[in-house]
């Protein structure tokens, strides 16, 4: 029922920023939730962040500090700014929605996702 088309991913330098765009069709996002996912070459595919459908977020290691996560019901989309990115950072990342109302912080969890965009970071 749900739709997920990533945007914004590209080639930026060691220091950078980028923001990823995820854009939502079919029902409304309201009640799902919804997390960003990367998965580098020879890797497992691992959550990012994730945001609920209360607003509550949960951000990786990884992420805090430097990633935030956001999301926009009304518009159906949901982004990840990105700062600070290191060539560890690179990767084809992922926006994915969920139904379930418990667990999503893996990626078995998750029913819908986007094609994916790759994110490289040059050193």
């Known amino acids: 029922q749900v739709q997920l088309v990533e945007s914004g991913g590209g080639l930026v330098q060691a220091g950078g920023s980028l923001r990823l765009a995820c854009a939502a069709s079919g029902r409304p996002i309201n009640y799902l939730n919804m997390g960003w996912f990367r998965q580098a070459p020879g890797k497992e595919r691992e959550l990012v962040a994730a945001?609920?459908?209360?607003?509550?977020?949960y951000n990786t290691d990884s992420a805090k500090g430097r990633f935030t996560i956001s999301r926009d019901n009304a518009k159906k989309t949901v982004d990840l700014q990105m700062r600070s990115l290191s060539p560890e950072d690179t990767a084809v990342y992922y926006c994915?929605?969920?139904?379930?109302?418990?667990?999503?912080?893996?990626?078995?969890?998750?029913?819908?996702w986007g094609q994916g965009t790759q994110v490289t970071v040059s050193s």
């Open positions: 994915a929605a969920t139904s379930h109302q418990v667990l999503y912080r893996t990626p078995e969890t998750y029913e819908y």
């Open positions: 945001i609920t459908w209360r607003d509550g977020v």
